[in-house]
């Protein structure tokens, strides 16, 4: 199949930007959308021109690398998907392709198609964490937790920090990661100590980067873990509670 | 000897290694209202209170199909409201202070919101963007509130005030409203201005939800359709009264 790319070309943060138009010929139904970038730098390299940057990892949908917006998407059409699950034959016989970097002011564009996206480590690294005694693993099924519970904090956890929530929000609003984040640790027996601390400071750390939530629902539909905003509202919900909680009074129940 | 006495003394006062000033604690109201998400969550709170205000607005006027007589008596009313607790218009003066506050935090909670939000994204996006979730309501709160908003002076300076030119008195509410609604340019207006109220309760009148962390499974699904509701319920009874009276049927 023929595809025609329009690409986002910009040699660095302070360089001008501009789109290129490239043709690409003989492309492979079952190539991923990266791999026709493969195809695509292999020739650029061919003819002595710099090859597109952009960011790739392990290549199955887990590691979160991938980061392009196609067609005014967060990682193209498809639902659930990521960029490099993403496969030619979902697009037409001729199609022309319109790629961009994910934009937000928290996430400075370094080159082409690659924006850094460490405001996401500094949202992790202000609460992202339990306080587990060292030494050997303690036994299976020692804390009990609900069946419904464990398979909501799972759902959480399987946010990549992808970044598509903060592409896809019309407010540059981190608050799908954030949720993801912080509730998969609150929803757990093992992240009560630490819970009101964890969603104020995530979320204040998450406020000094990025835009507010409008629930649109945009990150939702554009999350390739298809994560859902339900854990906004959870997350919303720990928030506003955290800030009256007396803190001292955190390890009584009920 | 001296020097012996004066080494821990020294150490007191100045420390070896430099110390962060004591970090200065706001007032808790402050530091709450810092928060994009209390915002959001004042927003809800106020929200839910003009929503009770448009509800009641609106129960209270279609009195104006029971005939003058109900609708003026209904009128005088609200001023005898809590009567003999509180002297005459004392209640409806504290139900209006409290509802000018809801309206000055949920429009100056959007409106900082908004700058944090044109900020939260310098670089636009160079191609088109293809949204699969955000809706028309959704897009447009912004707008469809500062229409509600400029409405609501109009609207003020129409009926409460006089001012707009139509024969006004003071307590007549029925020959009030009839005369200005009977012009044809200000019934459309209060027609377009109802419409976008019932465009950002469609939007509101679900997302409050999701601000206020009100999210069970169990409910999620009636959350829209509570939304729909409300919306169609506020629409299509506030714009039948203009409608009814330009077109003659009631006067």
């Known amino acids: 199949m023929k595809v025609t790319l329009t690409v986002w070309r910009q040699a660095g943060p302070a360089a001008q930007g501009r789109f290129e138009t490239y043709e690409l010929d003989e492309v492979s139904e079952d190539m991923s959308f990266l791999e026709l970038f493969d195809v695509l730098n292999e020739r650029l390299i061919a003819k002595g021109e710099e090859p597109v940057a952009f960011d790739h990892d392990c290549r199955e949908g887990i590691c979160g690398s991938c980061s392009m917006m196609i067609d005014g998407r967060p990682h193209g059409p498809e639902l659930g998907t990521a960029t490099c699950q993403l496969h030619m034959r979902k697009f037409a016989d001729g199609a022309k392709i319109t790629v961009e970097p994910w934009r937000a002011g928290a996430f400075p564009l370094v080159r082409d198609l690659v924006v850094d996206r460490s405001a996401f480590d500094r949202i992790v690294e202000s609460g992202g964490y339990i306080t587990a005694p060292t030494g050997s693993a303690p036994d299976g099924n020692l804390i009990l937790i609900p069946k419904a519970v464990a398979d909501s904090a799972m759902d959480a956890a399987a946010c990549i920090g992808c970044g598509a929530c903060v592409a896809a929000c019309p407010n540059s609003a981190a608050n799908l990661f954030t949720a993801a984040k912080v509730m998969h640790l609150n929803l757990l027996p093992q992240g009560q100590p630490e819970r009101w601390e964890r969603v104020t400071n995530m979320v204040d750390t998450m406020e000094q980067f990025f835009g507010s939530c409008t629930n649109h629902g945009e990150c939702e539909a554009a999350c390739p873990k298809e994560i859902s905003i339900d854990f906004i509202a959870l997350m919303n919900r720990d928030y506003i509670k955290a800030q009256f909680k007396q803190r001292r009074l955190a390890s009584q129940r009920g | ?251």
Do not use: C
């Open chain 2, 1 to 251: 000897m001296t020097k012996v006495d004066e080494a821990p003394k020294a150490r007191l006062e100045k420390p070896a290694h430099p110390v962060p000033k004591e970090a200065r604690t706001r007032p808790f109201i402050v530091e709450f209202y810092g928060s994009a998400i209390a915002k959001k969550w004042l927003m809800a709170i106020t929200g839910i209170m003009l929503m009770g205000f448009v509800f009641a607005h609106m129960v209270g006027n279609l009195k104006v199909y029971l005939g003058a007589d109900d609708l003026n008596h209904y009128g005088e009313w609200l001023r005898e409201m809590g009567e003999p607790i509180f002297p005459r218009t004392v209640l409806l003066w504290i139900m209006r202070i409290g509802l000018i506050g809801a309206f000055a935090v949920h429009i100056v909670s959007a409106a900082q919101l908004t700058r944090m939000n044109r900020k939260a994204r310098p670089d636009k996006y160079e191609s088109p963007r293809d949204y699969a979730a955000a809706n028309f309501a959704s897009r447009t709160m912004r707008w469809t509130g500062v229409i509600v908003g400029l409405f609501v002076i109009f609207h003020l300076l129409d009926l409460t005030w006089g001012a707009t030119g139509a024969d006004w008195t003071r307590g007549e509410v029925y020959e009030n409203l009839v005369a200005s609604f009977q012009r044809v340019p200000v019934a459309i207006v209060y027609i377009l201005a109802n419409i976008a109220l019932g465009i950002h309760l469609y939007h509101g009148g679900w997302s409050m939800f999701q601000s206020l962390g009100w999210n069970n499974r169990k409910f999620n699904d009636w959350r829209r359709l509570f939304a729909i509701g409300f919306a169609a319920i506020i629409v299509v009874g506030n714009v039948s009264i203009p409608l009814l009276v330009v077109t003659g049927v009631v006067d």
